[in-house]
């Protein structure tokens, strides 16, 4: 998640970790649900300390 919120594509998350776009997208998914947010944006606000 915090390769994502730095900017980072799915597909070069996956290329530093060694794991399928797919696998990173799962992840992204889950992480969302567990964090109360529904998209990329929610997730850089609500880490920013803002509102979503």
Known sequence: MRALVQGLARKDVANRLGLSVHTVGTMCKRGYAKLGVRSHAE???????GET
């Open 43 to 49: 997730l850089v606000a609500k880490l920013a300390g």
